[in-house]
């Protein structure tokens, strides 16, 4: 799965959710907890024959084909007194990994579906990244017993004890000593991405790289250290 022809893909790695029965050697998750669209990125981006249609109009993400967690405005973000700018909400993009990780939203909730797909396959149940032990969640199965634990992909809407997102990078023209400065306008050479400014999921995380241990843009030794100087 991390030969280099997948290099940069998201086939294959546990963002694709198309072939999930066949690749863990079950037949219990399309079909049954989630239905399987056929194409794989659309449980993130909006099909190829819907390309330019706004999914907010409908709830969504902008951009994306996910729709905006109902707890929004709610999420707990980090906060602390020495935090340079404070945060409401996070941004469409870091939005986007929420509606999945904070166990609110099945992971099949797009906005679109593709036209290919039969909604005769729809799933039976449609189950949230959520450790808990009820049928609406993942957990009912992956709870380190029959399957692998999901509890610890569950970020849930509490984000007080996780980095800080959606903040405007504070070494942005080298206004804060203790950041380093940014070496192009979309962050830095080692792949460490800002987006708007800002800092977001995917500064540090690439699904598109399953390459990576946790999909980090850069390793856990020098991740830090990109924007913090000490
Ligand atoms: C889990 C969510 C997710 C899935 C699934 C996904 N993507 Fe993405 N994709 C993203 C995110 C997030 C970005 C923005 C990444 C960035 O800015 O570096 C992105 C960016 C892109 C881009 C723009 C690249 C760029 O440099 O701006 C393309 C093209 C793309 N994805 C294609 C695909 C294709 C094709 C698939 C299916 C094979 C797919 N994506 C599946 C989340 C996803
Ligand atoms: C459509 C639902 C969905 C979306 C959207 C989504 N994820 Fe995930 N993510 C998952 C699932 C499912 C897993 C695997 C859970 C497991 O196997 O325990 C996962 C796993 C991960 C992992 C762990 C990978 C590993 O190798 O263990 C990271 C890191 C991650 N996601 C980050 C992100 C980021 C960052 C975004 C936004 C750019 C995002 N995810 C968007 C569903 C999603
Ligand atoms: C009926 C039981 C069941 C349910 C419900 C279920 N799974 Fe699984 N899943 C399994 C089993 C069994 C495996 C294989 C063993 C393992 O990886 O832990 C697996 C494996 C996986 C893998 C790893 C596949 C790989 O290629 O590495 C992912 C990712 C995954 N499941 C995601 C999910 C998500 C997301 C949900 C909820 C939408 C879900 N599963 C619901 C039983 C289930
Ligand atoms: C400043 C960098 C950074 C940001 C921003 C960030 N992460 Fe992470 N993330 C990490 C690192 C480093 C790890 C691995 C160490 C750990 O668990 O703390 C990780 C671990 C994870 C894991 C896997 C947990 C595990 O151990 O299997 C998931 C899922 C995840 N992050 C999702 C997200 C989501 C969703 C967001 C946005 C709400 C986010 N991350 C923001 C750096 C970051
Ligand atoms: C993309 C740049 C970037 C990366 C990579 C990064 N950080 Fe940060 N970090 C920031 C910014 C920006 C802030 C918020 C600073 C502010 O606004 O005061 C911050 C804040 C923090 C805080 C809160 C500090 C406070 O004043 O309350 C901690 C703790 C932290 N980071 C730890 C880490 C760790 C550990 C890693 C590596 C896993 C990491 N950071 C990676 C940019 C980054």
Known sequence: MSG????????????????????????????????????PCVYCHLPPEKEGADSSELGGIPGWNRFIPAVDSAYDLYDSRNLD??????????????????????????VFKPDTWNSSEDASLH???????????????????????IEIKHIGTDLQNDHPISMEYAGLNSKDPDFRPVDHDYGFDNGVKIYDNKVECASCHNVHNPDVNLLLRTGAERLCETCHIK
């Open 4 to 39: 280099s022809a997948l290099a940069g893909t998201i086939l294959g790695s546990k963002h694709d959710f198309t072939g999930l029965n066949e690749r863990a050697e079950v037949t219990a998750m399309p079909g049954l907890a989630f239905a399987d669209y056929g194409n």
């Open 85 to 110: 700018n404070k945060v409401k909400t996070p941004s469409p993009i870091s939005l986007l990994c929420l509606s999945c990780h904070d166990g609110t939203l099945a992971v099949d909730m797009t």
């Open 127 to 149: 189950l949230r990244l959520n450790g808990g032990n009820s049928l609406m969640n993942c957990g009912k199965c992956h709870n380190g017993i029959a399957a692998h634990s």
